[in-house]
């Protein structure tokens, strides 16, 4: 069971937009900063938003984060099939002192 | 652009211990950044092992503690992990990746999967 709380799917068409929710704790989300991954079939994650809301060079704007309290939203816009994928948030957990990851949720462009 | 490549055996006993090394090429593994261990079990998420400092600093996962060493080679630019008394629970895709920001981790290797099997 992980420490962060995500949604196991979410769904939405081409070009419309989707967000993903991550819900932690005090001792996690509550006082650190957030991540995203990507993982598309067969590959290795890719990091899509660091420190709650930075992106790394290449990462298109059409994805952005967010994190209010113990929780944390990842936003993607303009959807594309190429974004078919598992995303997972992450996070440093001050009371186990090492990162933790929720349990993935799995995006599907119709 | 730094890269990684993990390298190491891909079938383990059970009770045996699993060993690996994550090379690192265009970058210093002694530049201000720790060098972290993920797995991920075939079909399920993702689970921190533990990350290093090049100055030897250790962090790890504590489910895995009693269990895991990671150490760094600044001659040869890379660390590695190992991994003691593996049971088949331990058989999943192992990456190495470099951290950044706060929590962030930027560049993964492409994985390598140790099965524990005997």
């Known amino acids: 069971q992980s420490v962060l709380t995500q949604p196991p799917s979410v769904s939405a068409a081409p070009g419309q937009k989707v967000t993903i929710s991550c819900s932690g704790s005090s001792s996690d989300i509550g006082n650190n900063h957030v991540c995203w991954y990507q993982q598309l079939p067969g590959t290795a994650p890719q990091l899509l938003i660091y420190?709650?809301?930075e992106r790394p060079s290449g990462i298109p704007d059409r994805f952005s984060g967010s994190k209010s309290g113990t929780s944390a939203t990842l936003g993607i816009t303009g959807l594309q099939t190429g974004d078919e994928g598992d995303y997972y948030c992450g996070t440093w957990d001050s009371s186990l002192s090492g990162k933790v990851f929720g349990g993935g949720t799995k995006l599907t462009v119709l | 652009q730094v890269q990684l490549q993990e390298s190491g055996p891909g079938l383990v006993k059970p009770s045996g211990t699993l060993s690996l090394t994550c090379a690192v090429s265009?970058?210093?593994?002694?530049?201000?950044?720790?060098w972290s261990w993920v797995r991920q079990p075939p079909g399920k998420g993702l689970e921190w092992i533990g990350e290093i400092y090049h100055n030897g600093g250790t962090n790890y996962n504590p489910s895995l503690k009693s269990r895991v060493t990671i150490l760094v080679d600044k001659s040869k630019n890379q660390f590695s992990l190992k991994l003691s008394s593996v049971t088949a629970a331990d058989t999943a895709v192992y990456h190495c990746?470099?951290?950044?920001?706060?929590?962030?981790?930027?560049?993964w290797g492409q994985g390598t999967l140790v099965t524990v099997s005997s």
């Open positions: 265009g970058g210093s593994i002694s530049s201000t950044n720790w």
């Open positions: 420190d709650n809301n």
């Open positions: 990746a470099r951290n950044v920001g706060a929590t962030g981790l930027d560049s």
